[in-house]
């Protein structure tokens, strides 16, 4: 079992940053692929990244590319993401998930393992 917290959302001006968090609790945090998603309001949820178990595979969507950077503590149970130059579109409430162990596990399943209870980011123009 595996339990998701993120944090580090809040309101951002256009072009600035902000860091999220995703703790976890468990033993087997280490072993799990990570990732992040976001949902605007009346949207969809979008994929934003993945990373694999170790730390060593990352996969970005379309909106993340070039701007978002994710990352993983093992020793802290902790994956960040780090965005930058933060547009008002990035406005959305933004989840941790956890599945399997590898990049291609989490964003090819049909429904993931964990979720945290999401933050929100809020980028104003």
């Known amino acids: 079992q595996v339990h998701l917290l993120e944090s580090g959302g809040g309101l951002v001006q256009a072009g600035g940053s902000l860091r999220l968090s995703c703790s976890a609790s468990g033993r087997t945090f280490g072993s799990y692929a990570m990732g992040w998603f976001r949902q605007g309001a009346g949207k969809e949820r979008e994929f934003v990244a993945v990373?694999?178990?170790?730390?060593?595979?990352?996969y970005y969507g379309d909106s993340a590319k070039g701007r978002f950077t994710i990352s993983r503590d093992n020793t802290k149970n902790t994956m960040y993401l780090q965005m930058n130059s933060l547009k008002p579109e990035d406005t959305a409430v933004y989840y941790c998930?956890?599945?399997?162990?590898?990049?291609?596990?989490?964003?090819?399943?049909?429904?993931?393992?964990?979720w945290g209870q999401g933050t929100q980011v809020t980028v104003s123009s």
């Open positions: 998930a956890a599945h399997g162990s590898s990049t291609t596990d989490l964003v090819g399943a049909v429904r993931l393992d964990y």
């Open positions: 990373i694999n178990w170790s730390g060593s595979s990352t």
